[in-house]
């Protein structure tokens, strides 16, 4: 037999896999030949013989390959394998594009307003469905409908492993048109029926326990400890309960999600479990049909898809204490753009205080599990239709009353897109024309709405003086200057040097979550 024929990328994988390194987990997948497994480099199984292994940048190609994913590491619990290489990064449009679909597929594999087919996702990215087809093959070794039956497949055991929905319904929250389909593409693929695999796994959601319990996992390291203070400065009573607890590092948040011409109302709660390197999700029973969009917004809020490796290149050298910094997302764009109008010019504090009158005053009671969770943030359709008097009876000074308003109209509408996915420089440019927004609120929304790892807020008068530029003849311009050195991972700079500020005099907002 004829030496392996390797390359340095192959030797890397080997190396990580034998390490069992969690930096690379979701980087690449590695199929065996001798069983016909593909794992992720976490797996605890022995370690197979390099002449066994064979190595792919992402689940999709390992399928197409012929592999099966491996039932004890679970390949779908992994983090995206894309976020290494920021899509906004490129210079190619093509590739752009290529990673735009692919991050939409990820973000909703199941929702048939998002993915329904390749010409419906061509038509969401404005191009041909032939284009897209050729140029996603180009950059990713598949077409995208097995990317997506990938995907969808992938949500689907994930599903059946860690809940206990019925197999129909899961079915139809992953994205197949019948439960037949579903169930031949599961034996074709992984040579076993959903019910097998149901009884080979073990669900988590225990008896009495409330919501659907799922499991997420990230890269390390992860500072949890500062995303979590980070949100407690900012919590508003009601909407959102935050712990700092050593031994319950939590975060429990209401949300709404437009469900076709409906909404859905629910809540979720969200717990560290950093030994694993895992995320133990629980979310109410009402989102259920909703599943693939909620871990995909819960990923894009704690930011569990990053890949510090590659960050820190770039970015170590000028923040060594930083490594294990995320950029906080948010799990609706509309509320985190009405809470960056709110905090023009003013301090975290007296922001926190106008938005808690906004939702005392709008937001929909809701009943929940969780201690202090009964309250949900306005929403857009909502906002809309408030006149300018009501919100200056709250505090509300006019300049942000009309450009709230003028936010909620455009979101109600359809006309603005503010989540993980939109293109951040027409997201940035439509926000200016908005009455009441300038340059730094476009760009924190980019930052934290849309999860774009390369905004850069150069006015905001705190960044100035963590960069030590504030006393410049142009601090703006001094500021972005300096961060030239930092594309494309300039909203990671910006999280790593507010990190290096006095903390706040004030104590951060936190009490350990409670069950009811």
């Given at each position: ?19 069992r390194d969690?930096r690379?987990?979701?980087?690449f ?32 190609l ?19 394998g ?84 019925q ?33 080979s ?39 959102e ?51 693939p ?58 922001a ?77 440019a ?45 601090p ?14 300039r ?17 951060v ?8």
């Open positions: 037999m004829p030496p392996l024929q390797t390359t340095p990328y192959d030797d890397a994988c080997y190396l990580a896999l034998k390490a969690a690379f987990d979701g980087n997948f590695t199929g065996v030949t001798s069983t016909g497994i593909y794992c992720r480099p976490v797996c605890r199984v022995r370690t197979p013989k390099r002449d066994n292994c064979r190595f792919f940048p992402h689940a999709a390992a399928e197409q390959a012929g592999f099966r994913p491996c039932l004890r590491c679970r390949p779908e619990l992994a983090p995206g894309t976020a290494g290489v920021p899509v906004w990064s490129m210079q190619d449009a093509s590739s752009i594009l290529a990673q735009q679909a692919a991050r939409l597929m990820d973000a909703a594999p199941g929702n048939p307003g998002q993915t329904a087919g390749v010409a419906t996702l061509a038509q969401r990215l404005g191009i041909s469905d032939r284009h897209l087809r050729r140029i996603f093959e180009a950059q990713f070794g598949v077409s995208p409908l097995q990317y997506l039956q990938t995907r969808r497949l992938l949500c689907a055991k994930q599903l059946l492993t860690d809940t206990t929905l197999a129909a319904q899961v079915a139809r929250i992953s994205g197949f048109a019948s439960v037949r389909r579903f169930n031949a593409v599961f034996a074709e693929q992984y040579g076993l029926n959903p019910t097998q695999l149901r009884r796994g073990s669900t988590s959601s225990a008896a009495g326990q409330s919501g659907i319990s799922l499991k997420l996992a990230y890269r390390p390291p992860y500072d949890v400890a500062a995303i979590l203070q980070f949100f407690a400065r900012r919590q508003v009573q009601g909407t309960v935050v712990s700092l607890a050593p031994k319950s590092l939590c975060f429990a948040k209401t949300l709404s999600i437009h469900n076709g011409s409906q909404r859905t109302n629910g809540w979720l709660l969200a717990q560290f479990d950093e030994s694993r390197c895992r995320v133990d999700l629980r979310v109410s029973d009402s989102l259920a049909e909703l599943l969009q909620v871990m995909a917004r819960v990923r894009a809020l704690l930011d569990l898809d990053a890949d510090p490796t590659a960050i820190n290149q770039v970015l170590h050298s000028h923040f060594p204490q930083s490594d294990g910094l995320r950029l906080p997302g948010a799990l609706d764009g509309f509320e985190l753009a009405v809470r960056a109008v709110l905090g023009q010019q003013i301090t975290v504090a007296a926190r205080t106008l938005c808690q009158r906004l939702v005392v005053r709008f937001g929909e009671p809701i009943q929940t599990p969780v201690s202090g969770l009964d309250r949900l943030f306005p929403t857009a359709e909502a906002m809309a239709g408030v006149s300018d008097e009501v919100l200056g009876q709250l505090g509300i000074v006019k300049q942000r009353q009309s450009a709230i308003l003028a936010l909620a109209h455009a979101v109600a509408s359809g006309a603005l897109q503010l989540q993980p996915g939109a293109d951040p420089d027409q997201t940035r439509a926000l200016q024309t908005l009455p009441g927004i300038g340059d730094w609120t476009a760009q924190y929304i980019c930052m934290r709405a849309l999860h774009w790892p390369d905004a850069f807020p150069a006015g905001d008068v705190a960044l100035q003086n963590a960069l030590g530029v504030r006393q410049q003849p142009n703006a311009q001094t500021a972005l200057a300096a961060a030239t050195a930092w594309q494309p991972w909203s990671y700079a910006v999280i790593r040097a507010w990190a290096n500020l006095p903390p706040p005099t004030s104590p907002e936190s009490r350990p979550i409670t069950i009811n």
